[in-house]
């Protein structure tokens, strides 16, 4: 048995939906621990592409049951269109569970969250205007709605009377916008709530059980480590913690019950939206590498910014989630280039930097320090296991897993489940196994 955290190394988009699906095949339960419809994994299997944004990637397993987690916000209207796609295309729903004390995105929350980003003008911060933030900031202000709220229909024309009616004077008095019609609101959420009600489950207590039953339990984040609310390039952040640490208060289980944490990364580096990025590529190869890469944000549909790896930022994301081992995806992207560099530290203000500054200014003055790698320049999307890979490849991969001290578990050579390397399950294998091989390339002999 083995309770896993998949979190995302970088800055989201990493392809957590993909490693997440190919590791809950083995595991009994999947839980998305925090973020909202701000999040998105794209899986494909036999050609049919799965978009999701609140489901865990495990519902395509049909034994595998999922939770929605207490720490992410809920849009019942996505969740509800994410079913009725799932029933479209024959996948079971009858696993999916939803945490009742999970709080609920509504209408107001989406009209704020577009409404501030608009007011803010040059110092937008980039949110994707789906209301996650303007969530999480109810449920620090203790004004949420809960799910548990929409169980209860006496108690939740209650409040959503004071809730919308208080939204209201925000959106007139402030942002100049109409004012909802409480009534409507209302009976819209009711509505929602019958077709949720067989779903909800007391999220904490359900996986504690499992882990009493020694089931292999997954835990998955959503977004990347730098795009973290206390440990990411604030402000240009989420508003949740995407951290392995988040995936403890948001199951609802203690520490000692994760067994280990796989970080994912890819084989180069992207950002979708606002803030700095040091190794951004504004020519041929970064359009080459967003081409490639079909760089486009699931969720909002967004350009990514692209650029080359960093090592940086990768030592950082070990060191806050005590990383045992990494998934390194689309290295096939990568195929094309006659040379390949990877940001070993930073110049800032003259002086040489090894580690990720917290200051956000100081971060915005970095400028990348590089080493040069040689390219393969012949595909790899066919390879199944290190020894099909290039020399080259195989070098590469050792940098990578050499400068950020922490060995590589996954290869990822494309969207299907098939394109990928297994170099250690992250389940079932021995923790830290990786740590006493020198070189991936024994492992390739």
């Known amino acids: 048995m083995a309770n896993v955290v998949v979190i995302g190394a970088q800055w989201g988009d990493e392809g957590k939906g993909k490693i997440t699906d190919l590791l809950s095949k083995s595991a009994d339960m999947v839980v998305r621990y925090q973020g909202g419809v701000n999040a998105g994994h794209t899986v494909v299997v036999k050609e049919k592409t799965f978009k999701l944004h609140l489901i865990p990637s495990g519902i395509l397993y049909p034994d595998t049951e999922c939770i929605i987690g207490t720490g992410t916000v809920i849009d019942p209207k996505v969740l509800l269109d994410e079913l009725d796609l799932l029933d479209e295309l024959a996948v079971s729903t009858q696993n999916l569970l939803i945490s009742e004390t999970a709080h609920v995105t509504m209408p107001y929350h989406r009209l704020i969250d577009q409404a501030s980003e608009e007011l803010r003008g040059s110092h937008k911060i980039g949110t994707t205007g789906r209301g996650i933030g303007p969530t999480y900031a109810d449920k620090s202000e203790r004004t949420g709605i809960r799910v548990l709220d929409l169980m209860e229909p006496g108690g939740l024309k209650k ?148 650029g080359w790896f960093d090592a940086v930022i990768g030592r950082y994301a070990v060191r806050i989630n005590g990383l045992d081992c ?89 969207a299907e489940r098939n394109q990928t390397i297994i170099v250690e399950d992250p389940i079932h294998g021995p923790k830290r196994a990786l740590l006493h091989t020198s070189k991936l390339s024994d492992l390739a002999t």
């Not at 000692?256 to 803030?275: L, N």
């Not at 020519?283 to 350009?303: H, I, N, P, V, Y």
């Not at 195929?335 to 580690?355: A, F, M, N």
């Not at 040069?372 to 199944?384: E, S, V």
């Open 326 to 414: 990494l998934a390194i995806t689309k290295l096939d992207v990568l195929d094309q280039l006659d040379e390949i560099k990877v940001c070993v530290s930073y110049e800032i203000d003259g002086d040489r930097c090894h580690e990720f500054p917290s200051n956000a200014r100081r971060f915005a003055r970095c400028r990348p320090i590089y080493e040069t790698l040689p390219g393969w320049k012949q595909p790899t999307d066919h390879c199944r296991s290190l020894a099909d890979l290039p020399p080259e490849a195989l070098d590469y991969l050792e940098f990578l897993a050499d400068i950020m001290e922490v060995p590589i578990a996954i290869v990822s050579l494309g």
């Open 159 to 306: 409040k959503l009377r004071w809730a919308v009616n208080y939204k209201n004077s925000v959106l007139e008095k402030l942002y100049g916008l109409p004012a909802l019609d409480p009534e409507a609101v209302i009976q819209e959420y009711l509505g929602y709530a019958e077709r949720l009600r067989p779903h909800v489950v007391d999220c904490s207590l359900k996986i504690y059980n499992a882990f009493r039953q020694r089931r292999n339990i997954l835990f998955e984040g959503a977004q990347g480590t730098l795009l973290d609310l206390d440990h990411g390039t604030y402000p240009y952040v989420t508003s949740s913690n995407p951290v392995a640490g988040g995936a403890c208060i948001g199951a609802g289980v203690g520490p000692t019950m994760i067994d280990r944490v796989i970080g994912v990364a890819k084989a180069y580096t992207t950002r979708v939206g606002e803030g700095p990025f040091p190794t951004e590529l504004l020519d041929e190869t970064g359009s080459m590498l967003g081409d490639r890469g079909a760089e486009f944000g699931t969720t909002t549909g967004r350009k990514r910014r692209c």
